[in-house]
Each structure stands twice: as structure tokens, then as C-alpha cells.
């Protein structure tokens, strides 16, 4: 320090004294903003590898079902139809066709309760991935990609929004971060349209079929006795035509999520 300047780059501090270059205080830094603070997250591959891996087994258990479905029906309504006294045969391979439906619906159910957990996890894992985009106005967040699908009637549209918004976020043309609102203009993917459209459709009509089956049986008994009758042959016929129907729906709506999540994941994996 000195009264006076000795060299170039000499500055002047509040206490009136001159000091060297070397001493004087660095600027600070810049605040970081704060889409850069965010702890990074990185989708797991694995874990979108087995999101499509059960979207196929999904929509192969669904074709089984429908298969069977498809030699059930027939046999059912032939044992109907048969002569009073000579339905014993009918009878045998309607029972046998109809164990052979509920094992494929059993299949088709438990790849569906997976596929569900991987797409809770997959959700929340997919949006966090998201974090440093550095993407403004966001509507939703990693809670409600799982909490969505618990809503009653919410989760009919939820979930599909939030889904909306991450595919939007991660879309290639967005350019480098910080993508700003410039995601908001990004159209959406076609086949996850059309796979959530199917599926709902599908779902509705399972329970429009399961309805009917349901007027044209009585059950009776409880617990382990209960007996389940079928009172109208045709009307049952019919409900088990719209089940098909329904299963098939769903069936190729998981082919076009198999399809929907590869086209994720190369804007979310790359």
C-alpha cells in the first residue's frame, strides 16, 4: 500500500491508500443460474429398455387373449345351443375353452400391473431427467408424474399431460439448453396420442363387455360355493364378442407405445 500510485494498474481503495494490481479483490461471481443448479438426473436406459420390453409382452398376452377368446366363443355358444341331454360333450369343451380365456386374461393382467410400476418409476425418473433443460412455464413435476395416475377421472387425462410436456421438453429442435418456453411450440408424438386413445377406448369397452356378460349371469352362494350361472346364452355370446374387442384395442395400443417410447428415448437417452 503507498499514498501514491508506484506502477500501472494501481488502484485506489476507501481507505485513501493506493494498492497493487496483484491485491485487488476479484469480481464476483455470477450467480449460477438457477436451471444449472439443479442436481442432474439421467434417465436409467434399463429402465425405458424394460418400459418397451413389457408394452411388447403386454400386446402379445392381449393377441393370446383375443386367440382364445376367439375359440371360447364359438364353444360356448354351442353348448347353449345344444339339445337338452346332449350338451355333455359342448358342455367339456366350452368349460376347456373358458380356462384357457381366463389363463390368457391372467397373463395379460399381470403383464399390465408391471408395465404400470415400470411407467410410475418411469415417469418420475423421465421428468426429473429434464431438470437442467433449463425449460420455463412448466405445469407439472416429477410428483405429479406419479401421482397422476391415482386421481379418479384425473388419471384419464393427467398422466397424458405430463407425458405431453416431458416428450415437448426433450424434443430435439428445442436446441440447447436453456430451452426457455421454446418447448411450448413443439408438436406432439402421434403414436402416444393414439396409444392413449386406445387404451381408454379399450378400457371402456372391457367394462361395457364385462356389464353385459354381467346381465346375462346370476351368481349365487358365498365364498368358495359361490356359483356363477349363465342365464341369457346369447347375451353372454355377445358380452364375450365386445371383451375381444376390447382386448384387441389394447393390444395393438401397447404396439404403439412400444413404438411411442422408442421415439422417447432417443430425445431423453441421447
Do not use: C
Not at 45 to 56: E, I, M, Q
Not at 172 to 189: E, F, H, K, T
Amino acid at each position: 500500500m503507498s499514498d501514491r500510485p508506484q506502477g500501472e494498474g494501481w488502484w485506489l481503495a476507501s481507505d485513501g491508500k493506493w494498492y497493487p494490481p496483484e491485491s485487488r479483490p476479484a469480481p464476483p461471481a455470477p450467480p449460477t443460474p438457477l436451471w444449472e443448479a439443479v442436481p442432474p438426473t439421467r434417465l436409467s436406459p434399463g429402465l425405458h429398455t424394460a418400459v418397451r420390453v413389457f408394452l411388447y409382452l403386454s400386446a402379445g398376452a392381449a393377441g393370446l387373449a383375443v386367440v382364445a377368446l376367439a375359440n371360447a366363443i364359438p364353444r360356448m355358444y354351442a353348448w347353449w345351443t345344444a339339445p337338452l341331454g346332449f350338451d355333455a360333450d359342448e358342455l367339456s369343451a366350452w368349460e376347456d375353452a373358458s380356462d384357457l380365456w381366463g389363463g390368457a386374461a391372467g397373463v395379460l393382467g399381470l403383464a399390465g400391473l408391471v408395465l404400470f410400476i415400470l411407467l410410475l418409476v418411469w415417469g418420475s425418473q423421465a421428468y426429473r431427467s429434464l431438470g437442467r433443460t433449463g425449460a420455463e412455464g412448466r405445469s407439472w413435476s416429477s410428483g405429479w408424474a406419479v401421482g397422476g395416475w391415482f386421481i379418479p377421472l384425473g388419471n384419464v387425462l393427467i398422466p397424458r399431460l405430463v407425458l405431453s410436456e416431458i416428450e415437448r421438453i426433450a424434443h430435439p429442435d428445442n436446441g440447447p439448453a436453456p430451452v426457455a418456453d421454446r418447448w411450448r411450440r413443439q408438436p406432439l408424438i402421434g403414436t402416444g396420442v393414439a396409444w392413449w386413445v386406445l387404451n381408454l377406448v379399450g378400457g371402456v369397452t372391457a367394462a361395457a363387455g364385462a356389464a353385459v356378460i354381467g346381465a346375462a349371469t346370476l351368481v349365487s352362494g358365498e365364498g368358495s360355493n359361490m356359483v356363477t350361472t349363465i342365464t341369457d346364452g346369447v347375451l353372454y355370446r355377445n358380452g364375450l364378442v365386445v371383451v375381444a374387442a376390447a382386448v384387441a384395442l389394447i393390444g395393438i395400443a401397447q404396439l404403439l407405445g412400444a413404438a411411442y417410447f422408442r421415439t422417447l428415448g432417443e430425445r431423453l437417452l441421447r
